[in-house]
């Protein structure tokens, strides 16, 4: 009776697998948790997970980051980096061990992002990626330009209305891309690498996109895109962001403009420079005519006041100021009649030794059918075999009815 009784108030006694399950369960009720602390013990196995140890002064757990989750993180984990880590209470049931799952990872005190800029900054700097010996330099005088932005955004809009308004006339063609969020760098990458691979030889290519936050510019921050930069055969301006911000794409370019519109004013600036160039060209050329002129008239008109009777000699001076110009086109009309007699003479001689020339004239090429080898004599045939005759116009398929060798 007294054991029936207290029957309903006996201990339920756990399996030590039971107990750790119904503990993780109780950990995991509790959601998400925001932790600060130092890691220890990293490890990445070849799984791509992360393992490691997030301690205080006065304790520890351990953390788990599954690789979905890793992948995301835009800086590299390092031993004794203090970070903030969003994560799920959970235990390891196995060993009954409490650990910590983790979603999300930033660095304290410095940005995730930021963080991730000085990392690459730092190593393409050691792989002297931003070397001044390496920057190319920009076109005299670029003609044939590549730009890489957006299609519908006012970067592209502004930068023409720059040329057009400057009177600039270049060949400007637009590679398309998105200039920000997921895929952006991948396409920035595979512009400047397609801009380099065309058949049509491009003098300056311009990657461009308007200002915006760090998260916003952060394609051009990518290291693909760098790499791509860095591998591009044709010199290339960044022209990412206002004044105030850098990328990594303008580290590596081989020049930096402050903005998309101070680069389309920069290529207006350099045409400017070229044609101003040659106009001052002509002027001064045209000086230095006038001025040979005027000491050939001089020259003569001393010959006309010193001497009284050489009168051919003077004339023929004075002709020779007036022919100067005459005798530079003929010249050059000669040359060019002489250039065109010589490649005809050589066409005359190709096609006298053309083959086709002498089937011109009446004669024939015979072909064995079976070898397709010329027949150069009677004895090379037997009665009954296939021949090919070329005439200089059309052949014939023939029978060898008799060889005669003599």
């Not at 045409?271 to 045209?286: H, N, Y």
């Not at 004599?377 to 029978?399: D, I, N, P």
Request: glycine letters at 8%; aromatic letters at 8%; one cysteine or more.
């Amino acid at each position: 009776m007294p054991d029936q009784l207290f029957e309903g108030l006996k201990p339920r006694i756990y399996s030590v697998t039971e107990l750790n399950e119904e503990m993780r369960f109780r950990l995991e009720e509790r959601g998400e948790v925001w932790v600060r602390g130092e890691i220890s013990n990293l490890r990445i196995p070849a799984s791509g997970h992360t393992y490691f140890t997030l301690k205080d002064a006065l304790s520890q757990i351990r953390v788990v980051m599954f690789r979905a989750y890793r992948s995301q993180l835009r800086f590299e984990l390092a031993e004794g980096k203090e970070v903030l880590i969003l994560g799920r209470t959970s235990m390891y049931t196995p060993r009954g061990e409490y650990q910590l799952i983790g979603e999300y990872l930033e660095p304290l005190g410095l940005g995730a992002l930021a963080l991730a800029f000085e990392e690459l900054k730092r190593r393409l700097e050691f792989e002297r990626l931003f070397a001044p010996e390496r920057k190319r330099p920009l076109p005299l005088f670029p003609r044939r330009v590549g730009i890489i932005t957006s299609r519908t955004g006012a970067v592209i809009r502004d930068m023409l209305k720059v040329l057009k308004d400057r009177e600039i006339r270049l060949q400007i063609y637009l590679y398309p891309v998105r200039v920000q969020g997921p895929g952006a760098a991948p396409e920035i990458a595979r512009a400047l690498s397609e801009f380099n691979r065309l058949p049509l030889s491009l003098d300056l290519l311009i990657l461009a996109r308007g200002g915006g936050s760090l998260e916003d510019l952060w394609a051009f921050n990518e290291e693909e895109v760098a790499r791509a930069l860095a591998a591009s055969g044709i010199p290339v301006i960044s022209a990412v962001g206002h004044e105030v911000d850098y990328t990594i794409s303008d580290f590596v370019a081989d020049l930096r403009a402050p903005t998309p519109t101070a680069a389309a004013s920069l290529l207006a600036d350099r045409v400017t420079d070229f044609t101003d160039s040659l106009l001052d060209f002509e002027r001064r050329a045209g000086e230095e005519i006038r001025r040979r002129i005027e000491v050939e008239k001089k020259f003569c008109e001393g010959i006309i006041s010193g001497v009284r009777s050489p009168l051919p000699l003077i004339k023929e001076k004075c002709q020779r100021v007036d022919e100067f110009s005459e005798r530079l086109g003929r010249a050059m009309r000669n040359l060019l009649a002489s250039r065109r007699e010589q490649l005809a003479g050589v066409v005359r001689v190709f096609e006298s030794l053309s083959p086709f020339s002498v089937l011109e004239r009446g004669y024939a090429i015979a072909t064995r059918e079976e070898t397709r080898e010329v027949v150069y004599q009677a004895g090379q045939l037997r009665t009954g075999e296939k021949v090919g005759v070329r005439f200089a116009r059309g052949s014939a398929r023939c029978e060898v009815l008799e060889v005669k060798t003599k």
